[in-house]
């Protein structure tokens, strides 16, 4: 994932996620322009709905801190995008491929979750070039959490 330079002051400070050459939100602010964290709840939570019916997905996710996983992926994709940056003051960096390593992440499990994220991607109905560019990212998040191979 792309990373801006560090931030001043060192640890603990927010890491910026998405950056232009100036250090501004690169493509100006999608986070704002998609709607702000009610548009990411809504792909969250939808995404959530479809990922509980999945036999393959459904035992890496924490049923007893479910509302915990939402908000997690909620604020990081918010920071990512240009949103609050509380994943990061929460969290501290993101390390996704880190934090997916205790799981089995196979092929077959990228596409499930590709699958169910299509699915609340477009129950959002953004404009095309908003869906495409959202998209895009959120393929290559999952194509870079796969750690074995099939099963």
């Known amino acids: 994932m792309p990373v801006g330079p560090p931030s001043p002051g060192g640890a603990g400070q927010p890491v910026t996620l998405r950056a232009g050459l100036g250090q501004d939100a690169a493509q100006g602010n999608f986070w704002q322009q998609i709607g702000g964290r009610p548009t990411f709840e809504r792909l969250v939570r939808r995404f959530y709905e479809g990922v509980r019916e999945d036999e393959l997905l459904w035992p890496m996710y924490p049923e007893s801190d479910l ?32 934090r997916h390593a205790p799981f089995t992440v196979t ?42 191979p099939s099963a």
Do not use: C, K
């Not at 997690?72 to 240009?82: S, V």
């Not at 299509?118 to 998040?141: G, I, K, M, N």
């Open 67 to 98: 509302e915990g996983a939402i908000q997690r992926l909620t604020g990081f994709l918010e920071q990512y995008w240009g949103g609050p940056t509380t994943y990061s003051q929460e969290r501290g960096h993101p390390r996704l491929r880190m």
């Open 107 to 148: 092929p077959e499990a990228r596409d499930r979750w590709l699958l169910h994220m299509r699915t609340a991607v477009d129950e959002l109905t953004l404009s095309p070039l908003d869906d495409a560019t959202l998209w895009a990212y959120l393929e290559r998040a999952a194509h870079a959490m796969v750690n074995a």
